[in-house]
Nanobody, 121 residues
């Protein structure tokens, strides 16, 4: 089992910044992928960005986050961060941390509880 604890959410004004963090603990595979998803009101959960143990990143295809959000990780602390700049009201969502443990051909997925981010004046 893996536990994920998110932090750093809250209320911010448009144009502001937030840094989300997610700390993983438990049975963490030596190779894993950590990611941030978000779920906007009334919509399905969508990928924001992901990063693997080797530091390779991938961002959502849409232009909605590119250039504004940056994902990073600290392998020593099993922590992933999402730096969000130039926030817009449409970034308001519940943000979820996810880890994919990958051992040989077996992938096991764990989710955090989610954390609210509200962008509003």
């Amino acid at each position: 089992q893996v536990q994920l604890v998110e932090s750093g959410g809250g209320l911010v004004q448009p144009g502001g910044s937030l840094r989300l963090s997610c700390a993983a603990s438990g049975s963490i595979a030596s190779f894993n992928v950590m990611a941030w998803y978000r779920q906007l009101p009334g919509e399905e959960r969508e990928l924001v960005a992901l990063i693997d143990t080797n530091g390779r990143t991938n961002y959502a295809d849409s232009d909605s986050v590119k250039g504004r959000f940056t994902i990073s990780r600290d392998n020593g602390k099993n922590t992933v961060h999402l730096q969000m700049n130039s926030l817009k009201p449409e970034d308001t969502a519940v943000y979820f941390c996810r880890i994919d443990n990958i051992r040989m051909t077996i992938r096991t997925v764990y989710w955090g509880q989610g954390i609210q981010v509200t962008v509003s004046s």
